[in-house]
């Protein structure tokens, strides 16, 4: 079973609606979660990370976190068409420090104008 | 973007030779990592680094070693490049404490190919 597993799409959502991503994970005791963007031929860039339960809001984008459910989701909303990329969710599987940073394998978004 | 570089960015070998991917990095990060991107399996961990001199092996180590010589740098090596070994290589940093210590941000990438 995968530690980190992602839907990987394509999703397509028009333009201005919400983007709704989901991810689940094995380890119970993980206590990091993050959520990269990833557009073709570039390298992933750290768009949020969550470390409770519950919802954290920047800008357009909100991360949510249930461990009880061991699944992390990534809302965007008012999607735009520069928010088409391959995004990541990403988990580190202990506390026991940050050397094990597990990584989906995306969901691709398509934001259709 | 965070001070990360890496050299070549782009390297086209052949199946034997000895391979050595730089990563540099400006933010006195104590951690660095290399990854390898292949469609399929995502972003995969190859080895790590927690200090000067300081590594460890992760996910898809075998056929690949590490050095560390200086906070700034760490190298990536194929002693011996095996078509298998074709794929995107991505340095990553962190930070040493804090709350965020544990946010990994990412170089440019390497695009290696070995016939």
């Known amino acids: 079973q995968k530690e980190v597993e992602q839907n990987s799409g394509p999703l397509s959502v028009p333009e201005g609606a919400i983007a709704s991503l989901n991810c689940t994970y094995s380890?119970?005791?993980?206590?990091?979660f993050f959520w990269y963007r990833q557009y073709s031929g570039k390298s992933p860039e750290l768009i949020m990370s969550i470390y409770s339960n519950g919802d954290k809001e920047d800008g357009r984008f909100t991360a949510q976190l249930n461990k009880a459910s061991q699944y992390v989701s990534l809302l965007i909303r008012d999607s735009q068409p520069s928010d088409s990329a391959t995004y990541l969710c990403a988990v580190i599987p202990s506390d026991f420090g940050n050397e094990k940073l597990t990584f989906g394998t995306g969901t691709r978004l398509t934001i259709i104008p | 973007d965070a001070g990360i570089t890496q050299s070549p960015r782009h390297k086209v070998t052949e199946t034997g030779t000895p391979v050595t991917l730089r990563c540099h990095q400006t933010e006195n990060h104590r951690y660095m990592y290399w990854y390898r991107q292949d469609p399929g399996h995502g972003l995969r961990l190859i080895h790590y680094s927690y200090g000067v001199k300081d590594t460890d092996k992760g996910e898809v180590s075998d056929g690949y070693s590490v050095s560390r010589s200086k906070t700034e740098d760490f190298l990536l090596t194929l002693e011996s490049a095996t078509s298998s070994q074709t794929s995107v290589y991505f340095c990553?940093?962190?930070?040493?404490?804090?709350?965020?210590?544990?946010?990994?941000?990412f170089g440019p990438g390497t695009r290696l190919t070995v016939l």
């Open positions: 380890d119970r005791v993980s206590q990091s």
């Open positions: 990553a940093i962190s930070e040493s404490s804090g709350r965020a210590s544990d946010e990994q941000f």
